[in-house]
């Protein structure tokens, strides 16, 4: 879960900060206009491999707070699988790093049921951002159902755990 978010001094990049001790760097230079964008492409930006596209996602469907509860809460209930590249990948010789990562955004790609554990932190910060009865009412549900993924459960309870401090 973020807990803390930095802005360059010129505006254009974006550190974000991790309770498990990951740090993201964003561009936060604006590619286009995600106005027109419906909401399917945005959630599959938002959880992508591309950061910039993801920031931007993120805050268009911020903005659309009256519909993208129910769905970050579907995608995130239908998740069967997290991915963690660098878990997954931590402990291997060098040599087989990049295979690994190849082959889990391979999975990503194919496997709708799939996350990255990225995508799941980003859209779990996203009802967190959106903060409404709505969007805490879906963390509430991710973090109690026995159903869903135990990572996406995980990130749930913790985001609600801090929202109530």
Same mark, same amino acid.
């Given at each position: 879960?973020?807990?803390?978010?930095?802005?360059?001094?010129?505006?254009?990049?974006?550190?974000?900060?991790?309770?498990?001790?990951?740090?993201?760097?964003?561009?936060?230079?604006?590619?286009?206009?995600?106005?027109?964008?419906?909401?399917?492409?945005?959630?599959?930006?938002?959880?992508?491999?591309?950061?910039?596209?993801?920031?931007?996602?993120?805050?268009?469907?911020? #903005?659309? *707070?009256?519909? %993208?509860?129910? /769905?970050?809460?579907?995608?995130?209930?239908?998740? +069967?699988? !997290? =991915?963690?590249?660098?878990?997954?990948?931590?402990?291997?010789?060098?040599?087989?790093?990049?295979?690994?990562?190849?082959?889990?955004?391979?999975?990503?790609?194919?496997?709708?049921?799939?996350?990255?554990?990225? #995508?799941? *932190?980003?859209? %779990?910060?996203? /009802?967190?951002?959106?903060?409404?009865?709505?969007? +805490?009412? !879906? =963390?509430?549900?991710?973090?109690?159902?026995?159903?869903?993924?135990?990572?996406?459960?995980?990130?749930?309870?913790?985001?609600?755990?801090?929202?109530?401090?």
């Amino acid at each position: 879960m973020v807990n803390t978010a930095q802005f360059g001094l010129h505006g254009r990049k974006l550190i974000s900060a991790a309770n498990d001790g990951l740090c993201y760097l964003w561009n936060a230079v604006d590619r286009g206009n995600l106005k027109n964008e419906d909401i399917e492409g945005l959630w599959k930006k938002l959880i992508g491999s591309d950061a910039s596209a993801a920031y931007q996602a993120f805050w268009e469907m911020h #903005g659309r *707070r009256d519909e %993208v509860p129910a /769905l970050v809460g579907e995608k995130l209930s239908n998740a +069967k699988q !997290v =991915l963690d590249s660098f878990e997954a990948t931590k402990n291997l010789p060098v040599e087989q790093i990049e295979p690994r990562r190849q082959l889990i955004e391979k999975v990503l790609s194919t496997n709708p049921r799939a996350l990255s554990s990225t #995508g799941v *932190r980003r859209a %779990v910060a996203l /009802l967190a951002a959106i903060s409404t009865d709505q969007s +805490k009412e !879906v =963390l509430s549900q991710l973090a109690s159902s026995g159903s869903v993924n135990a990572t996406v459960r995980k990130e749930a309870s913790a985001t609600l755990n801090t929202l109530a401090r």
